[in-house]
C-alpha cells in the first residue's frame, strides 16, 4: 500500500504564533447568544445535510448565492473533496512552498503532485507555471502563500486562470480577509475558477471547523454529490451562523493585525541575518542561518518551524509582536 503523508497537528500551551489562528476569542456577548443557541439544538437529530443557514448566512455577507457555495468541516475538508473529485490517480500542479495539506490529501487519493519552485527571491515566473499547469490535470495553490505569505496579483491569477481552461484552478483564499485582493469577483467570469475560503482565520473560529468552496452552481453540484453526509455538525452550522451575522466585529480586528503585520514588517528591514518576506497574510515568513538562535530565546512562544532554515510567525497582539521584534533583534545582534 501506498503510505500517505501525514500532516503534523500542533496543541499546545504558551503564546501560540504557530497556527495562523486568531489570537483573540470571540466577544463574551457573542458566545453568551451561541450559549443560548445550543439549548435548543435537538442534538437527537442528524445536522442539515444542506446547511441552509450556514449557506445563507456566508452568502449574504460575501454577497453570493447560495447555489455557488458548498460548506465542509474546515476548508481542509473541501480540498481533499476537491482533490477526490477533480484529481483521484490523476496530476496536481500546485507550489513548493505551499500549504502542507495538499501533500496528505494528493497521496490519500494517489494523485501526483507536481510542484513548481517559487524561487521566493524573484519575481513570480508566470509564464513557467502555466506552461507546466498544461501537464495537470489540476492546479491548486495558496493565495496569499502559505507560508510565505507573498500574494499573486489578482491579473496574475486571472491571466492563469484563463490560460488553464478548461483546467479547474483551486485558489485557496484561506487567507484573503488580510490581502487587498480577491478572485471572488471573478467567479462569474471563469467556469473553471474554484475558490476555498474559512472561517478559522480572519473569523477566528478555528475551533468550529467551517470552510467553504465557492465556484458556479454545476461545479458545486458535483461537489455536493460526492461529500459524505452531514459533514457540518449542528453546532458548528448554528453557531457559525450566528457570528456570520455579528460579521461587523471583524473588519476592525482585521485591520489591526494588518497593520501591526505592516509594523512588523517595518521593523524588520534592519535584521542584517533574517530574510523576511512581504506579507498579505495574518502571519510573516522568515528564513535565517540563526533560526536555532532565534528559537533558543523564545521560552514559551511557539512558532512554526520548517526543515530547512525557515520559519512562520503567526500576527499576534501588539505586546506579543514587540517581544517577537526583540528577540529577532536580539538573536541578529549576537555575535556567534
Ligand atoms: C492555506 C491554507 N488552506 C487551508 C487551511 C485549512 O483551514 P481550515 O481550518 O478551514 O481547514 C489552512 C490552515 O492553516 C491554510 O493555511
Do not use: W
Not at 456566508?58 to 468541516?73: D, F, P, R
Not at 513548493?96 to 495538499?102: A, I, L, T, V
Not at 511557539?302 to 533583534?329: C, H, M, V, W
Amino acid at each position: 500500500m501506498k503510505t500517505i503523508k501525514t500532516y503534523q497537528v500542533t496543541q499546545s500551551q504558551g503564546i501560540l504564533l504557530n497556527a495562523n489562528e486568531c489570537g483573540e476569542n470571540l466577544p463574551l456577548t457573542v458566545r453568551e447568544e451561541i450559549a443560548q443557541a445550543a439549548l435548543d439544538l435537538a442534538y437527537n437529530r442528524y445536522p442539515d445535510d444542506e446547511c441552509k443557514e450556514l449557506l445563507n448566512a456566508y452568502a449574504k455577507v460575501m454577497n453570493l448565492s447560495t447555489e455557488q457555495l458548498i460548506a465542509g468541516n474546515g476548508s481542509d475538508e473541501l480540498l481533499g473533496l476537491l482533490i477526490s473529485v477533480l484529481a483521484a490517480n490523476k496530476s496536481v500542479l500546485t507550489l513548493d512552498p505551499d500549504f502542507s495539506m495538499y501533500d496528505y490529501y494528493a497521496s490519500v487519493h494517489q494523485a501526483e503532485l507536481l510542484k513548481f519552485q517559487h524561487d521566493l527571491h524573484r519575481p513570480f515566473d508566470l509564464d513557467a507555471f502555466i506552461q507546466m499547469g498544461k501537464k495537470a490535470d489540476l492546479i491548486l495553490f495558496s493565495n496569499p502563500n502559505n507560508p510565505s505569505g507573498i500574494a499573486l496579483s489578482a491579473a496574475d491569477l486571472c491571466q492563469l486562470v484563463e490560460a488553464a481552461a478548461p483546467i479547474p484552478v483551486i485558489i485557496d483564499e484561506a487567507y484573503a480577509e488580510f490581502n487587498d485582493e480577491s478572485m471572488i469577483d471573478k467567479l462569474a467570469v471563469y467556469e473553471n475558477l474554484i475558490l476555498t475560503r474559512t472561517l478559522s482565520k480572519a473569523y477566528g473560529l478555528a475551533g468550529l471547523r467551517v470552510g467553504f468552496a465557492i465556484s458556479n452552481p454545476a461545479m458545486i453540484q458535483r461537489l455536493k454529490a460526492a461529500k459524505v453526509p452531514y459533514n457540518v455538525n449542528s453546532f458548528s452550522q448554528r453557531a457559525a451562523s450566528i457570528v456570520l451575522k455579528h460579521d461587523e466585529i471583524f473588519a476592525p480586528r482585521t485591520a489591526q493585525i494588518i497593520h501591526e503585520r505592516e509594523k512588523m514588517l517595518a521593523a524588520c528591514q534592519s535584521l542584517k541575518h533574517f530574510t523576511v518576506y512581504p506579507s498579505k497574510a495574518n502571519f510573516i515568513y522568515f528564513r535565517s542561518k540563526r533560526k536555532a538562535v532565534f528559537m533558543s530565546l523564545l521560552d514559551d512562544i511557539k512558532i512554526r518551524d520548517y526543515s530547512d532554515d525557515g520559519f512562520r510567525i503567526t500576527i499576534g497582539s501588539p505586546d506579543q509582536n514587540e517581544r517577537i521584534i526583540s528577540l529577532l533583534k536580539q538573536a541578529d545582534k549576537e555575535i556567534l
